[in-house]
């Protein structure tokens, strides 16, 4: 089975200033697709960033980007110009390119929760 | 398209009673996923539809829980005899099926506090 590791409980940040969010993952399998979504207090779950395993770019959403390192099955996040909205729950997700076999849904981390301060 | 509703976002009961949650996915959307999240955890795969079909369902599902989706539209979750245990919050998502990259849009959730 899948696992997905998010060392960094909590991090903080300045505001206008980057950091970057880690996460780790173990899998057997060649294909696959990683997720960031944030989760904000009391609010729903918002992907943020998506990565395909077979490409070798590194995703980028405005301020939102990668650092895929597949070797090192290692996915973290960096948050540039960090703003006072960016503060939430992170989660870093995986999901098998495969179907079948309870493949179909997302595996979480725990969460990183990330703080900005003004 | 007002995103994915969950109904009702808070339900407290007593242990054993039977509860019901309902989500309704953006429409369109053909995929149905149940999650469930306890605190301090990130989400936790429960089930899947594709359209009324439940095609997978993890080993968290026990038999107290049941999930369906009778017309490929809205789902429901049941809880029969609830346990302490079974306190958490209870995440839809849908997405349009595009293959395995199909990005999954979660709702509100309905959090489950059993006394």
């Known amino acids: 089975a899948q696992t997905v590791t998010q060392s960094q409980p909590e991090m903080s940040v300045q505001e206008a200033e980057t950091v970057t969010l880690s996460c780790t993952y173990d899998?057997?399998?060649?294909?696959?697709?990683l997720f960031w979504y944030k989760q904000p207090p009391s609010r729903q779950m918002i992907l943020v960033i998506r990565?395909?395993?077979?490409?070798?770019q590194n995703a980028t959403e405005n301020r939102f980007s990668v650092n895929f390192q597949k070797a090192a099955k290692s996915f973290s996040l960096k948050i540039s110009d960090s703003q006072l909205g960016d503060a939430a729950m992170y989660f870093c997700?995986?999901?098998?390119?495969?179907?079948?076999?309870?493949?179909?849904?997302?595996?979480f981390g725990k969460g990183t929760h990330l703080i900005i301060q003004p | 398209d007002t995103g994915v509703s969950q109904d009702p976002r808070h339900k407290i009961t007593k242990r054993g009673q039977n509860v019901t949650f309902r989500c309704d996915p953006i429409?369109?959307?053909?995929?149905l996923y149940w999650y469930r999240q306890t605190l301090g955890q990130g989400p936790e795969f429960l089930t899947y539809?594709?359209?009324?079909?439940?095609?997978?369902k993890s080993r968290l599902l026990s038999d107290r829980f049941s999930a369906e989706r009778p017309k490929g539209s809205f789902s429901t979750l049941e809880i029969q005899r609830t346990e302490q245990g079974d306190s958490a919050m209870y995440l839809c998502?849908?997405?349009?099926?595009?293959?395995?990259?199909?990005?999954?849009?979660f709702g509100p959730g309905t959090r489950l506090t059993v006394l």
């Open positions: 998502a849908s997405s349009l099926s595009q293959g395995p990259t199909d990005t999954q849009y």
């Open positions: 539809f594709q359209n009324e079909a439940q095609l997978e």
């Open positions: 990565q395909e395993a077979y490409k070798q």
């Open positions: 429409s369109e959307h053909n995929r």
């Open positions: 997700a995986y999901r098998t390119s495969y179907s079948g076999g309870g493949a179909d849904g997302l595996t």
């Open positions: 899998t057997s399998e060649s294909d696959y697709y």
